[in-house]
């Protein structure tokens, strides 16, 4: 089983990203998947989940900017980022879980893929 992350990279503030994470080897089409981050010296975050039923949920300092969604048929997940920042500046990890519901604890996420980085220049 592996996830992909892709679509980072520098933008300036206020710009937009749209990251991927295209998963093979296991469809995750039921399954929770979520967006983390970290940055240098912190630890890894939660940004954004969604359901096997396709609800979300976001860590407070993205709501309103960011949005998350899947395409089954793809088995992949996005993460829309509009109205970047500057502290938005790290590397976005996707994973996913077994399980259909949403967690924002980096633990209960079964799989995970490589990182991509997202630079956000003032």
């Known amino acids: 089983v592996q996830l992909q992350a892709s679509g980072g990279g520098l933008v300036q503030a206020g710009g937009s990203l749209r990251l991927s994470c295209a998963a093979s080897?296991?469809?995750?089409?039921?399954?929770?998947m979520g967006w983390f981050r970290q940055a240098p010296g912190k630890e890894r975050g939660f940004v954004a989940a969604i359901s096997g039923f396709s609800g979300t949920a976001y860590t407070d300092s993205v709501k309103g900017r960011f949005t998350v969604s899947r395409e089954d048929a793809k088995n992949t997940m996005y993460l829309q980022m509009n109205g970047l920042k500057p502290e938005d500046t790290a590397v976005y990890y996707c994973?996913?879980?077994?399980?259909?519901?949403?967690?924002?604890?980096?633990?209960?996420?079964?799989?995970w893929g490589q990182g991509t980085q997202v630079t956000v220049s003032s």
């Open positions: 994973a996913a879980r077994r399980n259909y519901g949403y967690s924002y604890r980096s633990s209960e996420y079964d799989y």
């Open positions: 080897g296991r469809t995750f089409s039921g399954s929770a």
